[in-house]
């Protein structure tokens, strides 16, 4: 995964930190809290945004959430944390009931990888949720603005829902349910009236082209395929390393 250099931030931490990011943030806290509200299970593994959605993940039932985050952790960051890159993720096959990508393929030149690792550790039937920025949108006018271009979230490489959704097909993966929001210019904040008016007409006319997808897809495994058992320990989570708790976690969701 391309990161910055070791002395910067999370890629999009101080953008989340900004009025619009703070204002996507809650459209997709939103998201994931409607996206969640179904799945079960004992770990949920979030890789990216690591200060962000501890209350929206508060409210899954899945019992144990683990950050792979791309810095430290800091103190902000609730729950487990371990070090490793997301296209080698330090995690046992079939061990993950779900898994939370934030932004994640947008900073990658391996995003196929990334989906590959995903479904190796998750377990049959398990559950991925990926949040994007989709190029097709009106909300990619920001990377045509030269201040901007360069700076986070525009200067990555945004992958569209239909390419994304394509190469979770390809690695055996069944799109559940997707969501799209953003429909708006990112010049404004979404909250504003003029914003809201957009986004309604947006969903319900134009619904493919949001500039943030949020997608849950699950893992399915060919009938013919032999299904290992759930999960016989709680060890077998990691294939010879150790989760460190952050300065705050408890380890639970």
Known sequence: MTRDPPDQSDPLQAWYRTALGAAVARYE???LRRLLSNTFGYYLVQIGASEHFS?????????HRVLLPSTAPTEAAQGWSLVGEPSALPLASDSIDVVLLAHVLEYSDRPRVILAEVERVLIPEGRLILLGFDPLSLWALGRLWWPSRRRRPWNG???SSIQVERWLTEH???IETRERALFCVPFVTPAGAICRFVESLGRRFWPLFGGLYAIRAVKRVAPLTPIKPYRTSRCALLPGGAIRPTTRG???A
């Open 29 to 31: 806290d939103d998201c």
């Open 55 to 63: 209350e929206a993940l508060a409210t899954s039932r899945i019992r």
């Open 157 to 159: 490489r945004w992958r």
């Open 172 to 174: 055996g993966f069944e």
């Open 250 to 252: 408890t380890g639970h």
